[in-house]
């Protein structure tokens, strides 16, 4: 079964004195639905070295990565640094790379590109064109590209014309602005397909 390492969103909790990596649960349930074994990567092994956290992904040895939703880029520099390790980790080793809302937003600035405010995003669903023409689907973002990025091509749009998803030109990279894992027919839903097929044929 191949490992697929997840990164996860920091939440803190002042009145607890606790700072919490959080993934939504749905997420792994949705990666394993898919035939592969999800790995929540932690945010703070930086904090004890640099090659503490190389050591751990090497050691887990991930075949493909998914860089989840929550915070915003440049919220939580822990988070921004372990992503970029996990893409220079994928890069190094030509491994296919799922982004989700943040995540797309991250592969996007890692490869140069640009983010804006963004309105009627947050709550809604969006009409899709482009290679994903039919699709509906879920909206939670107060960020969009603003600058796409030389490395990617356009997927997809919503209505208003912001960038919805996006391909890498020569790596196995995918990035979509919507959650799958919070569809409610997130089990049986075509993206489950489609990151099958990118995992497993790093396309």
């Known amino acids: ?13 002042p009145d607890r004195d606790e700072k919490r990596d959080a993934l939504d649960s749905r997420l792994p349930v949705w990666v394993a639905a898919a035939g592969f074994l999800p790995v929540p990567v932690p945010n703070d092994l930086l904090d004890i070295g ?11 040895s991930p075949e493909a990565i ?8 440049g919220q939580v520099p822990q988070r921004d640094t372990t992503e970029k390790c996990l893409l220079n980790y994928a890069l190094s080793r030509h491994l296919p790379v ?13 490869g140069g590109g640009t983010l804006k ?13 482009g290679d994903f023409k039919g699709r509906i689907v ?5 960020y969009s590209i603003d600058n796409l990025s030389d490395s990617y091509l356009v997927l997809a749009r919503s ?4 960038i919805e998803a996006i391909r890498h030109r020569t790596l196995p990279w995918d990035g979509w602005m919507w959650h799958p ?12 397909k489609q990151f099958s097929f990118l995992v497993n044929d790093g396309k």
């Open 117 to 129: 405010p963004v309105t009627g995003h947050v709550g809604a669903r969006h009409h899709l064109d």
């Open 159 to 162: 209505e208003d014309g912001e």
């Open 138 to 142: 879920n909206s939670f973002h107060t």
């Open 50 to 60: 640099d090659h503490i956290l190389q050591n751990w992904i090497d050691d887990i």
């Open 181 to 192: 894992e919070r569809e409610v027919d997130f089990l049986s839903a075509m993206d489950m």
């Open 66 to 73: 998914i860089l989840s939703g929550g915070n915003d880029i």
């Open 98 to 110: 799922l982004g989700i809302c943040r995540g797309m937003q991250m592969l996007n600035t890692y």
């Open 1 to 13: 079964m191949k490992i697929v390492a997840i990164s996860q969103r920091v939440d803190l909790h």
